[in-house]
Nanobody, 124 residues
Framework: QVQPVESGGGSVQAGGSLRLSCAPSGPTYSRRCMAWFRQAPGKEREGVANLDTGTRRTNYADSVKGRFTISLDNAENTLYLEMNSLKPEDTALYYC?????????????????WGQGTQVTVSS
């Protein structure tokens, strides 16, 4: 079974930084496109960033461009999300997701495999 496992969430003050990690499981073909999503209470789950493991191309939501960086460590087989200049509106449950085809968008229905999430809380 393919089950990404997230870690690295926590509480931080506005302007601070956090790094999330995602250790995917399952065969390599199951994670051609990997992504981070987030969901705040009462809101829809939204895409934050994705990375195509074949081309290494990345894509970011406008709300995080210039502040967040998605990366993949092949040796460790781990996906990261480096989050800088955090804002209270970044507070959410962050999910790692993966799918078998090349990255097309940050629409949640395109992703097959999901982790349980890790909480990020940013205080003002």
């Amino acid at each position: 079974q393919v089950q990404p496992v997230e870690s690295g969430g926590g509480s931080v003050q506005a302007g601070g930084s956090l790094r999330l990690s995602c250790a995917p499981s399952g065969p390599t073909y199951s994670r051609r496109c990997m992504a981070w999503f987030r969901q705040a209470p009462g809101k829809e789950r939204e895409g934050v960033a994705n990375l195509d493991t074949g081309t290494r191309r990345t894509n970011y939501a406008d709300s995080v461009k210039g502040r967040f960086t998605i990366s993949l460590d092949n040796a460790e087989n781990t996906l990261y999300l480096e989050m800088n200049s955090l804002k209270p509106e970044d507070t959410a449950l962050y999910y790692c997701a993966a799918t078998v085809v090349a990255c097309r968008s940050l629409r949640k229905y395109e992703y097959l495999y999901w982790g349980q999430g890790t909480q990020v809380t940013v205080s003002s």
